[in-house]
């Protein structure tokens, strides 16, 4: 009996550890460059891009994505976990694009739509260390770089 016993315990405590251990090797809930966390579905695999918007440098993770995110599903996540941002919307090459930018404008998410459709193309994360205006971040595009 004593034998089981300790069999028992030993299982136990192989099972907590486990338990504890593989969460903290599970990957980062935030994205490493702006800190911001990931929606569901999202991991960090790809290096930071340096990147310039309206003639500021910045630092960029862009995660494809492709399954079950909505543009719709994507915006209502952001806006119940990133709370104090202000969105801004606007369309680029017939894909929606719905930002997310920090009170200070030095973080931002970028939510891109599939042409005619309301899949997400991409998220991708930002982080200046200048911070952009609200004006800045309603008229950027790849049309308008120095947003004027």
């Known amino acids: 009996m004593p034998n089981l016993v300790t ?9 907590s550890v486990l338990a504890f251990a593989v969460p ?3 990957g980062s809930a935030n994205d490493p460059v702006s800190g911001l966390p990931l929606a569901p579905g999202i991991t960090p695999s790809n290096d930071p891009m340096s990147i310039t918007i309206c003639g ?11 399954g079950n995110h909505t543009v719709p599903g994507d915006i209502a996540w952001y ?15 017939n894909r929606s694009q719905d930002t997310f ?13 599939v042409p005619q459709g309301d899949r997400v193309f991409s998220v991708m994360y930002l982080s200046l ?7 800045q971040w309603t008229v950027f595009s790849p049309s308008n770089p120095s947003c004027k």
Do not use: C, R
């Open 24 to 26: 903290a090797f599970a």
């Open 7 to 15: 069999k028992s315990l030993l299982l136990l405590i192989a099972f």
């Open 101 to 113: 930018f920090s009170p200070d404008g030095t973080k931002g998410v970028n939510i891109t739509g």
């Open 56 to 66: 500021k440098p910045a630092q960029a993770n862009q995660y494809p994505l492709s």
């Open 79 to 93: 806006k119940a976990h990133l709370p104090g941002y202000h969105m801004v919307h606007g369309f680029w090459s």
């Open 129 to 135: 260390k200048t911070g952009l205006t609200e004006h």
